[in-house]
Each structure stands twice: as C-alpha cells, then as structure tokens.
C-alpha cells in the first residue's frame, strides 16, 4: 500500500502534538494523592518520622500573613512559606518579616494561573524571576518550588530545574480555600492525613480562595499545633524535614501515630 505524503505528514504532526501533550500534562497527574505514591512518591515531602512540615501557599498578603506570623510565634513554630513573586514584590516587607521571625522562604511561581496551554519559556522565566524575588527581597536562598494549584507540568518542572528547585507537594491538607471551610473542617482534613514524616499544606492567604477562608485555617492551627505536641511530633520548616532521610523508609499508614511524648 501507497501512502499520501499529506497523511504521512499529518500522522507525524499528531504523534509529536500527542507526545507535546503528554511531556507537559503527564508530570501533573502527581497533583492527584493516589497517583503522586506510585509515580513520584517524594514529591510528598516525606521527612523524618518524628517530624512535621508546616507550609503555607499564596502569600504574602498584608491583610492576613501577619496573623499567622502571630500565631506561630505564640506558639514558637517555625514554617515554610511558599510565595507568589507578583504579590512579594507589592509587599517586600512581609516577606522580610516571614524571614526575620526565623520562617523559611520558598517559591510558588509569579502568578497564581493554571497551566492550560505548554508554555517552557514562560515557564522558565517566572519561575526564574519568583526565585530572584524571593532572595534579593529576602535575602535568602530558596530550596523548594511548589506550582500553583499543585499542578506539576513538563514545563514547570523543567523550570524548577532550571532555577535549582526542588519540588515538593504535600502529604496532608486542610481544603481550607473553599467558602465552607471552618476551623472544624480544616483540623479534621489534614488529621485524616497525618504521620510523622508527612508535609501539610494550609494558606496564609485568599486571593485565590473563598473570600476571608484564611480565618479558618488560623482558627484551625492552635489544634493542629496542639494535636501534634500530641502525638509527639516535632513542627517546622522543610528545611528541618530531612527529606532525603524520609524517603529511606516506606510512609506510615495514615493511622499509625509515635507513642506521645
């Protein structure tokens, strides 16, 4: 059989939209749980047993990161903050004051958008440029990228790589953007989810959420503070996770907790 050069031609163009497609759709299938512990389960940010990372998307915002600033110095825990470089840069001060109290800095991109269309280019410099924000406005390194929305494509990875990021996503979360949040919904969502080991996602702000939803998640973090000491576990930053150790051992089922302390 004789085929036409055109549908030659046109299968060629399929196959390299098809592996365009897959090269930059295929990584962010981690942002679903299930998948995330079979294909990439260190992007879980699984740490040491005895310890939890606590992290916040979104900010800084001047309406509401300083409560969380206060809240966490009363308690006197430390957390990593993932920011958005377009909001850094409107409000330098907050993210010197994140790094001031002691809290580690990291990058969530310079917007807040979901990747529909491949765009590395874009990619590459917006990852780039939150990653300067963040250490000329700072004044610190940072280590970890976290994309917007959790969604890991081709071209954000590449552009972590390119800016020496790591990625990281969560273990545990506390669905704390949405309008029917409450302090009893957010403790309830990340405790579901919780190990020693495990990393927990909150926010510190709404500009992508439900109007006020950050007031849950504050009202939530004295109990989820609580509920750690609890169970023996150690609070802070990824920076203390040890995140290389973590991915030694297999995770802890969900319901296997340490002996309290």
Do not use: N
């Not at 807040?112 to 390194?141: K, M, N, T, Y």
């Amino acid at each position: 059989m004789v085929r036409h050069p055109g549908s030659v031609g046109a299968g060629v163009l399929a196959g390299a939209l098809g592996a365009a497609a897959a090269w930059h759709v295929g990584p962010a299938a981690t942002w679903l749980p299930p998948v995330r512990k079979i294909l990439s389960p260190s992007l879980d940010g699984r740490g040491r047993p005895d310890h939890v990372a606590l992290t916040f998307d979104d900010g800084p915002d001047p309406d509401s990161t300083p409560h969380f600033l206060r809240v966490l110095a009363e308690h006197r825990v430390r957390a990593t903050f993932f920011l958005v470089g377009a909001s850094l840069i409107r409000h330098p001060a907050l993210g010197r004051a994140l790094v001031a109290a002691g809290h580690e800095v990291a990058v969530h991109g310079w917007h807040h958008d979901r990747p529909w269309f491949p765009a590395p280019l874009r990619d590459v410099r917006e990852v780039g440029l939150a990653a300067d924000a963040v250490r000329q406005i700072c004044g610190s390194g940072p280590q970890w990228y976290r994309p917007p929305y959790g969604i890991l494509t081709g071209g954000r990875l590449a552009a972590a790589r390119r800016a020496r990021l790591r990625p990281v996503l969560w273990s545990a979360w506390g669905q704390d953007w949405t309008a029917r949040a409450d302090a009893r919904s957010v403790t309830a969502s990340v405790l579901k989810d919780l190990t020693g080991g495990g990393t927990v996602l909150l926010h510190d702000a709404d500009r992508w959420s439900a109007p006020g939803a950050w007031r849950a998640t504050l009202d939530a973090l004295p109990v989820l503070l609580a509920e750690c000491r609890r169970l023996g576990l150690l609070v802070g930053p990824l920076r203390e996770h040890d995140i290389e150790r973590g991915q030694e051992r297999p995770p802890p089922h969900p319901t296997q907790r340490p002996a309290p302390r």
